[in-house]
């Protein structure tokens, strides 16, 4: 599963380099790398910048953090039940909980026996959280340096799509959830189109709502 | 931007990880069932929300031929053969378009 994490995290080094190319301006080389470093949130970080370039203040940078984060609420409580170790390592392995490593964590626990689900997916989301992250960084580090990758952003953009696609096949477990999944890509695209300001949200949004109905397992 | 707007932004992401990682106690049997649901539903919500651009405009070709190329592959429950089915899909769809 680590290996195949390895198309994304090319696909970060990507975006990081953009990110790195793109902040840089509005935070400087030093704020630039601090923000990788500690926030390690392409969608939030991309968002700032794009916030800093239309000259907002602190309150919707930090309102914007809060709304965009809600989303890890969700992804945590569906890691939650599969977490068997201590408050203390599940707090350290919450710094990579982002929305890629949460697919590669819930995939690898799919496909594990059932006494190694735990483990495995632990294993999982620090391996894929460290293995993403130092991408993320070196990304960063190349686009302050000037060496935006902007040639292959497109190649870069196709891999999430296929990763996406290629997590929720796995993460498929029963028939009625593919009916769930298609009915949250729908809801999404809709959400998209009739409410673009909640783009970001919607994924999350729609992925509750289609798994709250119905007694079945 | 300062430093201490950064600080807290790291803050408050961290801590929306961790609010459920590390403080929820372990789910009911019953909310586990519905947490369950949620992985790919989300994931096809996602996959659905990077083909789209503002305003709900459709990505280039080449990236939703890719997405087609998973698609295909998806029923085989292999990631590789999606990754695999992705990238025939964007040769395929980048010669064409």
């Known amino acids: ?113 059932p006494p190694a689900v735990g483990a495995t997916t632990e294993r999982t989301l620090l391996v894929a959280g460290l293995t993403l992250w ?61 409410l673009p300001d909640l783009k970001m949200l919607a994924p999350v949004i729609a992925g509750v709502l289609v798994a709250l109905p119905g007694r079945e397992p | 931007m300062s430093p201490l707007v950064l600080v807290a932004i790291a803050l408050i992401t961290y801590g929306s990880r961790a609010a459920a990682v590390v403080l929820l106690p372990r789910p009911s049997p019953r909310f586990e069932v519905v947490l369950s649901r949620i992985p790919a539903a989300i994931f096809a919500s996602l996959a659905t929300a990077t083909l789209l651009g503002d305003g709900g405009a459709l990505a280039g070709v080449p990236v939703l031929a890719a997405a087609a190329g998973a698609l295909l592959a998806s029923p085989a429950r292999s990631l590789l053969l999606c990754l695999v089915g992705g990238a025939i899909g964007y040769a395929a769809g980048a010669w064409l378009g």
């Open chain 1, 134 to 194: 130092i991408a993320w960084l070196i990304g960063t580090l190349v686009g302050v340096m000037g060496g935006g990758l902007a040639a292959v952003e497109h190649v870069a953009g196709a891999i999430f799509p296929v990763l996406f696609i290629g997590l929720a096949a796995l993460a498929v477990r029963r028939p009625s959830h593919v009916v769930r999944a298609l009915a949250a890509a729908v809801l999404t695209a809709a959400v998209a189109v009739l």
């Open chain 1, 1 to 113: 599963m680590v290996v195949l994490a390895l198309p994304a995290a090319a696909a970060v080094a990507v975006f990081g380099s953009l990110y790195g190319a793109a902040a840089r301006v509005y935070l400087g080389v030093p704020l630039t790398l601090a923000s990788s470093l500690l926030v390690y949130s392409g969608a939030l970080q991309f968002a700032l910048v794009a916030l800093l370039g239309v000259g907002a203040t602190v309150l919707p940078l930090l309102l914007t953090t809060v709304v965009l984060n809600l989303r890890h609420l969700v992804l945590g409580a569906a890691l939650r039940s599969r977490f068997e170790s201590g408050p203390r390592r599940r707090a350290l392995l919450a710094f990579f909980l982002v929305d890629e490593t949460f697919g590669f964590a819930i995939a690898a626990g799919n496909t594990a026996e």
